[in-house]
């Protein structure tokens, strides 16, 4: 960090340039040209804006007033992201409801939040068709081997898929017995923890 001539804080971006620490109209038109690229929960934007602001209370006032006028514009809603999110993962990428769940984790949204919008999104899903669908989007074909089963089940396991739907998928494609029992075992440990 670096102080210029006016006494303005800077800091040196990734690509080395240096750059002043924004105001707060200068971090309001920032956030809004960040949510313009694509859309960002309250939690990711105010990580984006921290490494723009003011070092202190000045920076964290200056974010706080941003966030509450991005809000009151309808610019920035949790409840929204989380509900777009989560139809994007499932109609889209076929994933599931675990997944959606890590997902909306990381990008800052309160638990509570994330149980009510998997759950409303996921409740009445037939799991396994998902996954069926999932394989298909991904082309993953019919496991001829035992290193094949192993493979399918970490791409399925890797998507948020529960080993009871992974078991039911496996089963139906008529996966010899001992590939299954695999299987069973990783659901009992599961199970456990």
Known sequence: MQTNGGGAVAFRSRA???????SESALYEYAVKALARHMRSEEELRRLMQQRSEIGERGEAAIAAVVAKLKEQRYLDDQSYAETYARLRQEN???GARR??????????KPELIEQTVDARY?????????????????IPKPESPKDTAR???RLVAAGFSTGTIYKVLRQWDVPEEALTAVESMDAEQGEE
């Open 16 to 22: 080395g340039r240096v750059q002043a620490r924004l």
């Open 100 to 109: 959606v769940r890590q997902g909306l984790a990381q990008k800052g949204l």
């Open 123 to 139: 409740g009445g899903t037939n799991e396994e068709a998902l996954a069926r669908e999932h394989l298909s989007r991904k082309r």
């Open 152 to 154: 399918v089940v970490r």
């Open 93 to 95: 990428e076929k994933l």
